[in-house]
């Protein structure tokens, strides 16, 4: 249990839950929930996070989806010389328009919007993925693009 009056904020050891049983090879499965109602409670934000290793098999794994809550997902380069050098190039559909990340980068996608599916086109480096769904305190009320069973 962690000491002071802002300890109970702390997640030290993430719960790991998006994509248990999956068998999605290439990137951390299940990933890492670092915030949710479960872990902070009172929280109402659900962040996840992995690290992409390779090209995702079955490539896309994160299908065509919407949120009933605004989601923030930033893909990172992991290149302390280069941080804007994300190492991939990931085809990542929002609404009708294909949007292409081929830097560190941040998409925000208002409540509603339909998003994926994300295909990784070319990989070089390992890189992360982090999805932070803003209201949304529970894997379910995330709902994590098929990723959440």
Do not use: C
Not at 4 to 22: I, M, N, Q
Not at 57 to 64: A, K, Q, R
Not at 83 to 108: H, M, N, Q, R
Request: net charge negative; charged share 25%.
């Amino acid at each position: 249990m962690a000491e002071g009056k802002y300890g109970k904020y702390l997640v030290k050891k993430p719960a790991r839950e998006v994509g248990a049983g999956s068998g999605i090879k290439g990137r951390t499965m299940p990933t890492l929930t670092y915030m949710s109602n479960d872990l902070v409670p009172g929280s109402n934000t659900y962040i996840e996070v992995g690290w992409i290793h390779d090209i995702p098999d079955p490539n896309p794994h994160v299908l065509s989806h919407s949120h009933d809550y605004d989601e923030i997902v930033i893909h990172i380069g992991a290149d302390p010389d280069n941080p804007e050098y994300l190492g991939a190039e990931i085809e990542f559909v929002v609404g009708d328009e294909k949007l292409i990340l081929d830097k560190t980068s941040a998409v925000y996608l208002p409540k509603g919007t339909k998003h994926g599916p994300l295909t990784w086109k070319k990989f070089e480096k390992p890189h992360i993925e982090m999805a932070i769904m803003l209201g949304a305190g529970t894997l379910k009320q995330a709902g994590m693009g098929g990723l959440d069973k």
